[in-house]
């Protein structure tokens, strides 16, 4: 078992920055993939970054490729989305996850269900 929770979100400017964190307690840190999704109001959840245990390989949306970095410290337990250049249609509550399923320190994976822990979410609202 893994909790997960979230910090960093609030309100920011269109074009400002935000870092997400995600400190995790729990089993071994390193043992999981790690994800970054996004649920706006009135829409489906959907994936936004994702990590692989070793933090060697990484995903992005399209959407956000370019301007949002994930990252993770297993010393500190803990992943990061650092989001550049924010957009109105960022706003959102984001919710980091947990991969437990991947053997390959390399592997990552958008898909939603393959997840098994989540956290609590943290929302992000971008004016225009």
């Known amino acids: 078992q893994v909790q997960l929770v979230e910090s960093g979100g609030g309100l920011v400017q269109a074009g400002g920055s935000l870092m997400l964190s995600c400190a995790t307690s729990?089993?071994?840190?390193?043992?999981?993939?790690m994800g970054w999704f996004r649920q706006a109001p009135g829409k489906e959840r959907e994936f936004v970054a994702a990590?692989?245990?070793?933090?060697?390989?990484?995903d992005y949306a399209d959407s956000v490729k370019g301007r949002f970095t994930i990252s993770r410290d297993n010393a500190k337990n803990t992943v990061y989305l650092q989001m550049n250049n924010l957009k109105p249609e960022d706003t959102a509550v984001y919710y980091c996850?947990?991969?437990?399923?991947?053997?390959?320190?390399?592997?990552?994976?958008?898909?939603?269900?393959?997840?098994?822990?989540w956290g609590q979410g943290t929302q992000v609202t971008v004016s225009s």
């Open positions: 990590i692989s245990r070793s933090g060697g390989s990484t």
């Open positions: 729990g089993r071994t840190f390193s043992s999981y993939a």
């Open positions: 996850a947990a991969d437990s399923t991947q053997l390959s320190t390399r592997a990552v994976t958008a898909t939603a269900n393959r997840y098994h822990y």
